[in-house]
């Protein structure tokens, strides 16, 4: 079914954050630095993993798709983002939007499958130490991956699929920065209840069969470092999960704050900004949480580090 048949607007005007002409350059240049150093956060920690054979196991082939997640969900809104604080409209076109939306959807439901499955890591690696590496064989974390991936995209399909079947036909101005769920349904001069219930259910089951299992592999977990006797063993044991329940706990939190159906313009401004952190923060925090509280990570990073400091000069003519 063509785009054009079911909705008569063909572009939406886009709010952005603010409307004040003084705060436009300020928050230009933030957002400019927050998009400069997730951008070298994440590929350096990409680039770590690919060149130190010390980190080719099943915890950093899952960090590293979980900085590719973050790394290409930031671009999903810093380019339009960027560009809002310099035009007057801010205008995205229909078929634009309903991209944005697909790939937001896309990336978010991966990243919350990949938390699942590097939730399902650390349970084995503590609880199965010595299958560890029979039961995440490279082939099991591959069909992980990519089914996180495909899951993603079916999210992703499910979401978009029921936006494009909406008839669009007054205002076209979105109280956002971007084109989320809620405030595109906000527009729609058709009835959105199948929409609301379609979204309400795939999320909520999404969420709460991934909250369920990360849970129980940290229960299962707790269980098994309480029996540990050996006091160096419980600082390991729980020095490898710290990253990933820090992660675990921002992601959710902040989602859960973020796509709370609200109706007023207050609350949808409360939540327009709350989605700053989801968008823009985690996928620059992510990576630092993984390299400052890692000893692995940072004693790979001396060891590229000092080979680099020794081999530059062997380059010289």
Known sequence: MAMGNVSSVTEFILTGLTDLPELQMPLFFLFLLNCLITVVGNLSLMSLICCNSSLQTPMYFFLFHLSFIDLCYSFVFTPKTLMSFFLEENIISFTGCMTQLFFMCFFANSECYLLTAMAY???VAICQPLLYMV????????LMMFGSYLMGVVGAIVHTGCMIRLNFCGSNIINHYMCDIFPLLQLSCSSTYANEL???????????????????????????????????????AMSTCSSHIMTVVLFYGFAMLTHVKT??????????????FCTFLMPLLNPFIYSLRNKDVKLALKRTLRRLTVSEPLGLP
């Open 121 to 123: 890591d650390r349970y």
């Open 135 to 142: 039961i995440m064989s490279p082939m099991i974390c591959s």
């Open 198 to 236: 379609v979204s309400s259910v795939f999320v909520s089951t999404v969420v709460l069969a991934s909250s369920f299992l990360i849970l129980t592999s940290y229960v299962l977990i707790l269980f098994n470092i309480t029996q540990l006797s050996s006091g160096k063993g419980l600082s390991k």
């Open 263 to 276: 109706s007023s313009d207050e609350s949808m401004n409360q939540g327009k900004f709350l989605c700053l």
